[in-house]
């Protein structure tokens, strides 16, 4: 009975040892679900600015239209940017997976300037609009566009900080078990990111050019 009591201890050891390293590393982490949670929070924002939007979307108060202002071709190219950013983020973890690290930092590079991209684009799409005098001010519609899709810009750009702080930390720690959760979780931020301007493109623009 002596000999038996240290194999146990030993066991119960090992055994918390190997779900404590499942716990950090696989998909079933707290911090995942937690990140699933504020994405649905996140949604629930998003969706009460659409809802106002639709209220205000034929409040012009004799101001201009969106059929009279807006660039459907810009913001189309715009649409392919960040479309396309998701899939090189893709390409991203992908190699992660394969444990590729400069592949990895390459990947986020590429996302990182395409959302730079997008952001610029629709700053410059703000300036002309206001130089037309389409301003938040000007009357309902406008103010319920600026807020959801202001709103989305800011989410993009705080995705590109996000990005680029990953990108310190895949080069001085590697792909350990933590920044490949943080990764993950940033896969799905950005991804929800596209899946929101589909519904503002969709709803604003194209709706947009039928008023």
């Known amino acids: 009975m002596a000999d038996i009591a240290p194999t146990a201890g030993f066991d119960r050891d090992t055994f918390h040892l190997i779900e404590k390293d499942g716990h950090d590393g696989g998909h079933s982490s707290p911090v995942l679900l937690g990140f699933w949670i504020y994405l649905m929070s996140d949604a629930l924002i998003f969706a009460s600015?659409?809802?106002?939007?639709?209220?205000?979307?034929?409040?012009?108060?004799?101001g201009p239209t969106p059929r009279e202002l807006f660039h459907l071709e810009l913001v189309a190219l715009n649409t392919a940017i960040l479309l396309f950013?998701?899939?090189?983020?893709?390409f991203g973890m992908l190699a992660m997976e394969e444990g590729r690290q400069r592949s990895v930092q390459?990947?986020?590079?590429?996302?990182?300037?395409?959302?730079?991209?997008?952001?610029?684009i629709e700053l410059y799409e703000f300036g002309v609009l206001a130089s037309e005098g389409a301003t938040p001010?000007?009357?309902?519609?406008?103010?319920?566009?600026?807020?959801?899709?202001?709103?989305?810009?800011?989410?993009?750009?705080?995705?590109?900080?996000?990005?680029?702080?990953?990108?310190?930390?895949?080069?001085?720690?590697?792909?350990?078990?933590?920044?490949?959760?943080?990764l993950l979780c940033l896969s799905m931020f950005w991804h929800f990111l596209d899946v929101v301007w589909i519904g503002v493109f969709t709803f604003v623009y194209l709706l947009g050019m039928l008023r």
């Open 49 to 62: 600015l659409f809802a106002t939007y639709g209220v205000l979307s034929t409040s012009f108060a004799g």
């Open 106 to 120: 390459l990947w986020l590079a590429v996302t990182a300037l395409l959302g730079i991209a997008f952001v610029g």
């Open 137 to 182: 001010q000007r009357s309902g519609y406008w103010s319920g566009f600026y807020t959801l899709v202001a709103t989305h810009g800011l989410h993009v750009t705080t995705g590109i900080l996000w990005i680029g702080l990953m990108m310190v930390q895949v080069a001085k720690r590697g792909l350990t078990l933590v920044n490949k959760r943080r």
């Open 85 to 90: 950013s998701s899939i090189t983020y893709g």
